[in-house]
C-alpha cells in the first residue's frame, strides 16, 4: 500500500524531524517524509534531512510582505509536493488562520509540555519556576491560536529536585522523539479523528504504558 506522505517544518535543529525519519526508514511505518522545509537557511535540521536523502525546500519569512502571502508560498509548495500531513517540528512561526483552515486536521505539531498547561517560549524555565512535579510532550492538531488544538498523544514526564531548564528539556526530548512518530503512525493509519474539539483514536486500549497515553504498541 502507498506509503502517507508528510512534510516537516523545521526552523532549527530538527531533532523531531530526526526521529520521524528515522521512523519513516522502516518500510513497515505507514508513512514517508516527501519534503522538509524550513523557513530559515541555516536551520542545522536542513542538513540531516539533505544527509537522507529527503528533498529540503528553503522559504524565508523575510523575503514576503505578510505572513499570509508567506503561508500561501509554502502552501503551494507543500500541495505540490502532493503531502498529506504536515507535521511542525520546532517550527517558530505562527501560521496564519488561512494556513490553519486549508491544513485543517492535517497539521500537527510537538510542544514540550502537557498541553494546556505552559503553552508558548521558555517551557522548561517556567515549569521549573512555578513548580510543577510533572513535565511532559504533547502532539496536536493546529488550530489558529498558539499551541492550541486537539490533543493526539502526550507523554508525561518527571521531574527532579536538581532538575535545571537544560536536564528537563533534555528528559522530555527523549518523549518527544517517541511520541511524535506515533501520532503520524495513528494518523496514517486512518486511527486518529477529530470529534468536538477531541481526538478519538480507533482500536485504542488501556494503557499498558502509563507514562505515554495511548501508550506504544
Ligand atoms: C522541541 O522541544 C519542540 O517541542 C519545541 O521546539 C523544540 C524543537 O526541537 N516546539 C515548541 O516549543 C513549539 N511551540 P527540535 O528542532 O530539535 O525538534
Redesign the pocket.
Known sequence: MARYKIAIL?S??????AALIEACRDESFPAEVALVLSNRPEAP?LEIAKAAHIPTQVIEHGDFDSREAFDAAMTESLAASGVRLICL??FMRLLSAEFCQRWRDSLI????SLLPAFKGLH?HERMLETGVRIAG?TVHFVRPEM?EGPILVQAAVPIAADDTPKTL?ARI?VQ?HRIYPLAVRLIAEGRARTAGGMVAIDNYGLPEQILINPPLE
Not at 505539531?109 to 514540550?112: A, C, E, R, V
Request: glycine share 20%; net charge negative; proline share 5%.
Open positions: 523545521i532549527g535543529r530538527g531533532s523531531n524531524m535540521g517540528a520546532g505539531n510537538i510542544h514540550p517551557v510532550c499551541d528539556a526530548l518527544e
